[in-house]
């Protein structure tokens, strides 16, 4: 199985933007892979994903327009470039792995939290008003 670090968190103004990373153990190449966040008190809900042999990507409607999940499979790492955030972005980010490989992602990300595995640790993003 392949192990998941996501770093880049950190506190912004409201407007302002974070770079997340994703940096896993092995190849992610054969994985459709997500970006998932959950706020204090929230369920844990998917933001943004990506099949890593191509293919569109798909975004949750709340982020749609600001955030962009990117991927750069020679340094096995995938990215999520998050601009414009407001305080509703508030919470712990994490990357996981779709449970099937070389599967196309799900066609909705953001209520596919429980397809995935492989989870990181988190990293924290807070926004202020």
């Known amino acids: 199985q392949v192990q998941l670090v996501e770093s880049g968190g950190g506190s912004v103004q409201a407007g302002g933007s974070l770079r997340l990373s994703c940096a896993a153990s092995g190849p992610i190449v054969r994985y459709c892979m997500g970006w998932f966040r959950q706020a204090e008190g929230k369920e844990r809900e998917g933001v943004a994903s990506?099949?890593?042999?191509?293919?569109?990507?798909s975004y949750a409607d709340s982020v749609k327009g600001r955030f962009t999940i990117s991927q750069d499979n020679a340094k096995n790492t995938l990215y999520l470039q998050m601009n414009s955030l407001n305080p509703e972005d508030t919470g712990m980010y994490y990357c996981?792995?779709?449970?099937?490989?070389?599967?196309?992602?799900?066609?909705?990300?953001?209520?596919?939290?429980?397809?995935?595995?492989?989870w990181g640790q988190g990293t924290q993003v807070t926004v202020s008003s």
């Open positions: 996981a792995t779709y449970r099937y490989s070389n599967i196309y992602c799900p066609r909705s990300i953001s209520t596919a939290a429980g397809s995935f595995k492989n």
């Open positions: 990506i099949y890593t042999r191509g293919g569109s990507p």
